[in-house]
C-alpha cells in the first residue's frame, strides 16, 4: 500500500481549488490503517472480478442495470441548499456519460474511439424510501457544520449530517460543503460499514446547472466518484510519486498506463509511459469536466463485475420504482358485508356478553386478526377494513394495525411475530364509516410474507374507544379465518370453544402488491463469485473463526442445498439447478447473512 500513502502526500500539496482532487484513495488508505483486513478483502474482490470478466468479459448486449439514488443536500448557507433541478441535472449528466450518450463523446480522440463503452448502468432518483413510501429521491438536511471533512462527518445526524439509506438498495450520494482541496470522493466496495458506503460531492461541483463553478460544472465530478464506488481505480495506478511511476495499474488492460494524473486540458500529444499517449479524457483521471468524454470496455466489464458480485443486491432493489398505489392492488378476497354480523358488538353471537366491546372490552380481549395465504412471497402494502362502527375517547385516539407471521407455537402455526405495524386515527375511521367506505391503511416497509399469515389490530387500552367490523359467517364461500387474542395473550380461533363456537371470516384483507424478490439487508455480505454462475461457485463467509450453517433457497421459497463448515470458504455445485436467481444464506451463531447469485447454462 505503500503508493496510497504517496499519494496522501500529493493531494496536500494540490493548489486550493485550482486541480481537481479526488479524496477515495486518501480515505481507503485511512480505512486500511484502523482496519488492514480490508486489503485482504480487496485481494477476494479482484479474484471475484477477475473470475466474472473471464466468464462473462466477451458478452453481447445485456439487460441495462439501474441503480437507484438518493441524493441527501446537507447545508449550511443557503447557496449549498441546491435546487431540485440542479440534482436531476446531476442525474441526466451519469445516465448520458454511462451510456456513452454524453454530447462529447465524438471529441475521443479516434486512437480511442474503438475501446469507448456503453457501460449498460443508468440511475434513477429513488421513487420509494426505505419505509415503502413515495419519494423524490432527495432529502434536505440543514446543518451547523460550516464544512464537512473527509470521511463519515456528513454520513450521520450525529454529527451534522444526514444519515444513509440501506446501502444495499441505494447509492447514496451527500450534496455538502466539503473542506478543501477535495471536491469529491466515495467509498470502493467493501471498505466501509454499510451507513458510511456512498459518494460525496461539493455542492458547487454537483451537476450542471444552477450553483455550480467552473472548471468542474458539467457534472463529472460525480461521473468520476461514481466510477470509484463501483470499483474503478484511477487510470494511473496512483503510483505517481514511488520509484517507478509507471509500474502501477487501474487494473483495466485498455486504459494505457500513464505516471500520475492530468490536469486542466493537455495537448492529445501527452505522453508519460510511452503508451502512444494518455487517455487524459478517460472520466477516471483528473482533467477539466469539458475535456472528460469515455469510459472505456474494460472499465465497463470492470463495473458490471462489481454488479453481479459485491454490489449484487443493486439490481434487485424497487427503489426506482414507485410505491404500489392501494387502488392498483389486489384483496385476498373481496371484502364483503355478508350476514352483517358485528362480532364486537357481540349481542348479535352471545347475547350474554352483550357489548364486551362497546368500549369496555370487560373481557380484556388484546387483539384481534384474520388469517390469510399467498403461496409465493409477496409485500403486505396495506389492510382494508370493513368498519361498521368506531367512536373515539379524544380526537387523539389511534388503532393500531398489524401484520403477524404464523410462528405461534401455541397453537402450532397461530400468529406469531409482528412483522408490520400503523397507526390509523379513529377520526379517519369514522368519517369512512360515516361515508359508508372502506379503510385501507398503509403498512411501512411492506413486509414480505409467505404461507400463512394473519392481519388485524391491536385493542385500545381506553375504555370508551369503542371499534366495530363487518364479518361473514361461514359458508360455501367463505372460511373460517378469525382470531382472537384473549387477556392471557393467548391466541383462538373463533371456532374454539374459548370463543364463540362459531366460525367466521372477517372483512379485513391484507392488499398484497405481486410477488417480490427476497429482500434481506446484508450487513455483513458474503462474497460468492463467479456471479453468475454456472452452478460452481465459491462462498467466502466474512467471520473465518466461526461455524458456518448455509442453505440455498430458490426464490419461490425451495431449499436447493444445506449444510454447515467451519472454514471460511466453501465450494459450491449446484449445476442441476434451473437457471435463475437463488439465494445463499449464511448462520454463524449470532448473525445471517444473505447474497444472492445466478445460474446460468
Not at 449446484?574 to 444472492?596: C, H, N, W
Request: charged residues 15%; proline residues 6%.
Amino acid at each position: 500500500m505503500k503508493f496510497l500513502f504517496a499519494f496522501l502526500m500529493f493531494v496536500l500539496v494540490l493548489p486550493v481549488q485550482a486541480q481537481r482532487s479526488c479524496g477515495t484513495m486518501e480515505l481507503y488508505a485511512t480505512s486500511v490503517q484502523n482496519t488492514p483486513q480490508l486489503e485482504q478483502n480487496r485481494l477476494l474482490i479482484e479474484s471475484q472480478i477477475r473470475d466474472w470478466i473471464t466468464l462473462h468479459g466477451q458478452d453481447g448486449s445485456r439487460a441495462v442495470i439501474t441503480i437507484p439514488v438518493v441524493v441527501h443536500v446537507v447545508y449550511n448557507a443557503s447557496g449549498e441548499n441546491i435546487s431540485d433541478s440542479q440534482v436531476q441535472s446531476q442525474i441526466d449528466v451519469l445516465n448520458e456519460d454511462y451510456a456513452r450518450l454524453n454530447a462529447d463523446a465524438s471529441q475521443t480522440p479516434a486512437a480511442f474511439q474503438g475501446v469507448a463503452a456503453n457501460c449498460e448502468i443508468q440511475f434513477c432518483l429513488a421513487q420509494r424510501d426505505p419505509n415503502n413510501q413515495p419519494t423524490n429521491g432527495i432529502t434536505r438536511t440543514p446543518t451547523t457544520a460550516v464544512t464537512f471533512p473527509l470521511g463519515g462527518a456528513v454520513k450521520h445526524a450525529a454529527t451534522g449530517g444526514k444519515n444513509a439509506w440501506p446501502n444495499d438498495k441505494y447509492l447514496n450520494i451527500w450534496v455538502c460543503n466539503l473542506a478543501n482541496p477535495v471536491i469529491g470522493f466515495a467509498t470502493l466496495p467493501a471498505t466501509s460499514s454499510p451507513d458510511e458506503d456512498g459518494v460525496v460531492i461539493v455542492y458547487k461541483h454537483f451537476g450542471r446547472t444552477g450553483n455550480v463553478q467552473g472548471p468542474y460544472n458539467k457534472g463529472r465530478t460525480a461521473t468520476h466518484e461514481v466510477g470509484h464506488w463501483l470499483n474503478l481505480l484511477h487510470t494511473w495506478g496512483d503510483d505517481e510519486n514511488s520509484s517507478d511511476p509507471c509500474a502501477g495499474t487501474d487494473q483495466v488492460n485498455d486504459t494505457p498506463n500513464q505516471s500520475g494524473p492530468n490536469f486542466g486540458c493537455p495537448a492529445l500529444t501527452t505522453n508519460s509511459c510511452g503508451n502512444g499517449g494518455d487517455m487524459f479524457m478517460n472520466f477516471m483521471d483528473y482533467t477539466d469536466d469539458n475535456c472528460m468524454n469515455i469510459f472505456t470496455a474494460g472499465q465497463k466489464n470492470r463495473m458490471l463485475a462489481t454488479l453481479n458480485g459485491i454490489r449484487s443486491s443493486i439490481p434487485f432493489s424497487l427503489g426506482c420504482q414507485t410505491p404500489p398505489i392501494v387502488q392498483e392492488c389486489d384483496t385476498l378476497n373481496n371484502i364483503v358485508g355478508g350476514d352483517g354480523l358485528v362480532y364486537y358488538l357481540s349481542n348479535e353471537i352471545v347475547p350474554t356478553d352483550t357489548g364486551f366491546f362497546t368500549g369496555t372490552n370487560s373481557r380484556g380481549d388484546l387483539a384481534f386478526a384474520d388469517k390469510h395465504f399467498v403461496a409465493e412471497p409477496s409485500t403486505v402494502d396495506a389492510i382494508r377494513f370493513d368498519f361498521a362502527y368506531a367512536f373515539a375517547a379524544s380526537g387523539s385516539s389511534s388503532l393500531r394495525v398489524a401484520v403477524w407471521d404464523d410462528s405461534g407455537v401455541s397453537p402450532l402455526g397461530s400468529p406469531g411475530v409482528l412483522i408490520g405495524e400503523a397507526l390509523i386515527s379513529y377520526d379517519q375511521i369514522i368519517n369512512n364509516v360515516d361515508n359508508f367506505s372502506f379503510t385501507d391503511v398503509i403498512i411501512p416497509g411492506s413486509p414480505i410474507v409467505t404461507g400463512n399469515f394473519y392481519v388485524g389490530f391491536f385493542t385500545s387500552d381506553i375504555p370508551e374507544d369503542t371499534m366495530a367490523v363487518y364479518s361473514n359467517q361461514i359458508d360455501s364461500v367463505n372460511v373460517n379465518s378469525a382470531w382472537l387474542k384473549n387477556d392471557s395473550e393467548q391466541w383462538f380461533e373463533f371456532s374454539a370453544a374459548e370463543t364463540f363456537e362459531s366460525p367466521i371470516s372477517l372483512a379485513i384483507r391484507p392488499i398484497v402488491c405481486g410477488t417480490v424478490q427476497i429482500e434481506e439487508v446484508q450487513n455483513q455480505p458474503l462474497l460468492v463469485y463467479p456471479n453468475p454462475t454456472q452452478g460452481i461457485f465459491q462462498v467466502v463467509f466474512p467471520d473465518k473463526n466461526a461455524s458456518h450453517s448455509w442453505q440455498v433457497f430458490s426464490m419461490d421459497g425451495r431449499l436447493i442445498r444445506s449444510g454447515s463448515v467451519s472454514t471460511n470458504s466453501l465450494q459450491l455445485d449446484v449445476s442441476e439447478a434451473p437457471a435463475g436467481i437463488y439465494l445463499i444464506r449464511d448462520f454463524d451463531g449470532t448473525q445471517v447473512k444473505t447474497m444472492r447469485f445466478s445460474i446460468i447454462h
